[in-house]
């Protein structure tokens, strides 16, 4: 890379409108991640275990000082059906949305979106009783 092309990946604000073809290892699993077979030029997290860097404030902008392990801790899904990962900085507590990228795991992605239902706030063996007091069919006889 040449002085000026390495300029330009440091002005505010470059990889909000240029992919970011860089290739890095996983700060978490080790593993070498490469933009290609993403299905996007903007790679921001691993397809292994779905880790990032706290990087950005706003994505691209790379002005984030925190350097902290984004941890995936929930996917939702986007207007037209997309899927997003949401991460969370283990130093700081920043939350951001990635999206879901062509190779990610998809094994991680369905055991983070699977956590809710296998980890309720409330003990399973009190289903029968808290629908009942909500009204509903299955009252205790």
């Given at each position: 890379?040449n002085?000026?092309?390495?300029?330009k990946?440091f002005?505010k604000?470059y990889?909000?409108?240029h992919?970011?073809?860089d290739?890095?290892?996983c700060?978490?699993?080790g593993r070498?991640?490469?933009?290609?077979?993403a299905?996007?030029?903007?790679r921001?997290?691993?397809?292994?275990?779905?880790?990032s860097?706290?990087?950005?404030?706003?994505?691209?902008?790379?002005?984030?000082?925190?350097?902290?392990i984004?941890e995936?801790?929930?996917v939702?899904?986007r207007?037209g059906?997309?899927?997003?990962v949401i991460?969370?900085?283990?130093?700081?507590?920043?939350?951001?949305?990635?999206?879901?990228?062509?190779?990610?795991?998809?094994?991680k992605?369905?055991?983070i979106?699977?956590?809710?239902?296998?980890?309720?706030p409330?003990?399973?063996?009190?289903?029968?009783?808290?629908?009942?007091?909500?009204?509903g069919?299955g009252a205790?006889?």
């Amino acid at each position: 890379m040449n002085r000026e092309n390495k300029r330009k990946t440091f002005e505010k604000g470059y990889y909000k409108t240029h992919a970011c073809n860089d290739t890095f290892t996983c700060k978490v699993c080790g593993r070498l991640c490469t933009p290609e077979n993403a299905g996007s030029g903007h790679r921001n997290h691993c397809p292994n275990c779905l880790s990032s860097l706290h990087v950005d404030i706003e994505p691209g902008d790379r002005a984030s000082d925190c350097g902290g392990i984004m941890e995936p801790i929930s996917v939702w899904v986007r207007k037209g059906g997309e899927w997003a990962v949401i991460h969370r900085c283990k130093r700081c507590g920043a939350l951001s949305s990635n999206r879901v990228m062509a190779d990610d795991n998809p094994m991680k992605l369905m055991s983070i979106a699977m956590k809710p239902l296998c980890e309720p706030p409330f003990p399973l063996e009190r289903i029968e009783e808290m629908t009942a007091l909500m009204g509903g069919s299955g009252a205790l006889k």
